[in-house]
């Protein structure tokens, strides 16, 4: 009876979503192991999950108010994480281009989604304490000041995906927290100016490749422009069914770049048709549909802002990955959350909805 009132203590209806999309990604990244024959990811990625199922169970007993009471906690963690970004330039091991993760031994630390995490807890704290100044301009350009540093530090990798995911969540917060129109004009303005000082300034040559080949696909179809076209192509062959789990042959044959991260709706498109990516979407919006209403309907201020903050995370990040596999965004290099393939934004992610369980059981 203690173990059945236990199980009843957690919102399924929280992790089970979350559960079905890691599911689905196991199947896609152990089919793209099969042509190689190296299953070492794969089994990596189950320990990861196991340790993300721990975790969020974990947290979702634990008491974690003191986020919404205790500022000198939510300063630390905050100071840590920009600790964490910045060691990334003495320490931080460069893949493909960029330098944003510490390796030891066999196993990477990606510091990014957990400081996407923590931001969302400052934020949330900021905002909350904040119900009339948010009229004014100035508290919001205050807030912005929480983002730009870690934003910059991400820029400087460089990781634009991760930029403009961690500016997806301020400019949500902004919104949820009651902007003035005419504000938020304005925040629109500053943004398009910075973005077009960005491209002068501080986007590589192999960015604005990308931005270019998303404006016009057919520039150079067998360099800049093929890895979208091959995800075209392999979404294409998925027809209703798909063409099987180890049976995809622009996944299988190495036509398809990054078939276990930033590419994996393409690959679960090939190999599992139109039915496995209408499940796919299906979780997400299950989830979004379960974390919204947390937002809509606790009393806690906090906790609402943390439930609206994680959710501009999840759809924004969600959006520009299956966005970039249709080729309707640029590419710009991020995970599909819970499903690709990288242990730390499996476990941030569900690190994040481990908070949220715990907020919205203690409200």
């Known amino acids: 009876m203690k173990s059945l009132s236990f199980f009843k203590k957690i919102d399924w209806w929280l992790i089970l979503p979350a559960f079905l999309l890691t599911c689905l990604g196991l199947l896609s990244i152990y089919s793209s192991s099969v042509s190689g024959g190296d299953f070492f990811n794969f089994k990596k990625q189950i320990v990861f999950f196991a340790l993300a199922i721990f975790l969020v169970i974990f947290l979702s007993f634990v008491n974690l108010r003191f986020f919404k009471t205790n500022s000198y906690l939510v300063l630390t963690l905050y100071f840590l994480s920009l600790a964490s970004l910045a060691g990334l330039f003495l320490l931080g091991s460069e893949i493909r281009g960029v330098r944003g993760w510490y390796k030891v031994g066999a196993f990477s630390f990606d510091p ?36 730009i540093i870690p934003v910059g530090l991400i820029v400087l990798q460089p990781d634009l995906g991760s930029s403009l995911s961690l500016m997806a969540v301020w400019f ?93 709706f393409s690959a679960l498109a090939e190999e599992t048709g139109f039915l496995g990516i209408s499940i796919l979407i299906f979780g997400f919006l299950f989830l979004f549909w379960r974390i919204i209403k947390v937002a809509l309907s606790t009393l ?8 609206a903050g994680f959710a501009f995370l999840l759809i924004s990040q969600t959006f520009i990955n299956i966005g970039m596999a249709l080729g309707i965004l640029p590419i710009i290099g991020l995970p599909l959350p819970f499903v690709s393939y990288g242990g730390s934004h499996l476990l941030a992610f569900y690190l994040g909805l481990g908070i949220l369980m715990s907020l919205a059981k203690k409200t």
């Open 112 to 147: 990014v989604p957990v400081t996407a995490i923590i931001l969302i807890i400052v934020l949330s704290k900021y905002f909350s304490t904040r119900h009339v100044e948010i009229q004014r301009f100035q508290p919001i350009l205050f807030s912005g000041l929480y983002v």
């Open 172 to 264: 949500g917060l902004v919104l949820f927290s009651g902007i003035k129109i005419r504000h938020f004009l304005i925040l629109v303005l500053l943004f398009l100016i910075v973005f077009s000082m960005s491209w002068s300034f501080w986007l590589k040559e192999y960015q604005k490749e990308r931005i270019v080949s998303f404006l016009n696909p057919n520039i150079d179809p067998q360099g800049i422009s093929w890895n979208v076209n091959q995800s075209k192509i392999a979404i294409g062959n998925g027809g209703l069914w798909g063409k099987g789990i180890g049976q995809g042959s622009q996944t299988q044959y190495g036509f398809l770049p990054e078939p276990q991260t930033d590419f994996i």
């Open 300 to 307: 806690n201020n906090f906790t609402r802002l943390f439930a």
